[in-house]
């Protein structure tokens, strides 16, 4: 697939069914996505992957935080079931004196966009779930998360049951400007004195 190709028909699906990549395969993908930009090269996200029965064990703590109801008790607890693999994000910032936070999360986001495409071009498809239980306490000791990580949701991987429809992209002419098309602002000077 050309890179442009693969850019531009790459989906969130939702609907995922076997196979998914296996171990070998995941680390290869994993390897080619740790090339995204990433200054100071730190690193500063992990993965835990869940397959067959784990996914089932994050399903029971994420049922035990559904309450009383036994309906949403049930819901709660198939979720991780609709991919083969779930592949956990963990952003694990590094302190350092020049690269800071938010410069940390946009590599782990970079890192983690790239791994999608890389999915993708293979033939697999993957969606990024996140929602409230990514700060639930049992789902952070379930995935042994460390205090200063931060779960950013799951990679949703597997095969695509049917086909995503064509993605209609918006006129990219009205997200880039040259420095001559930008208005300058009004400054409101107050008088002084």
């Known amino acids: 697939m050309e890179t442009l190709e693969t850019v531009l028909t790459r989906r969130s699906v939702g609907r995922l069914t076997e196979p998914a990549p296996d171990d070998g395969e995941l680390l290869a993908l994993v390897e080619a996505a740790m090339t995204a930009p990433d200054h100071g090269r730190l690193l500063p996200w992990r993965l835990i992957t869940l397959r067959g029965e784990e996914r089932a064990e994050l399903g029971r703590t994420f049922a035990a935080r559904a309450g009383d109801d036994h309906l949403a008790r049930e819901r709660a607890a198939a979720k991780p ?64 998360l460390d205090p200063g990580e931060q779960l950013l949701g799951w990679l949703y991987t597997g095969t695509a049951v049917a086909a995503p429809p064509p993605r209609r992209l918006p006129d990219p002419r009205a997200r880039i400007r040259t420095l001559s098309q930008i208005e300058v602002p009004h400054l409101q000077v107050e008088a002084c004195c």
Do not use: C
Not at 103 to 111: D, G, P, Y
Not at 122 to 134: E, K
């Open 81 to 144: 079931l609709r991919a083969p693999l779930l592949i956990a994000i963990v952003f694990s910032p590094v302190a350092h004196r020049t690269v800071p936070r938010w410069e940390q999360l946009a590599s782990t986001v970079a890192a983690i966009h790239t791994l999608t495409l890389l999915l993708h071009d293979r033939g697999y498809a993957s969606i990024w779930r996140t929602g409230s239980l990514t700060r639930d306490t049992g789902v952070r000791t379930l995935l042994r």
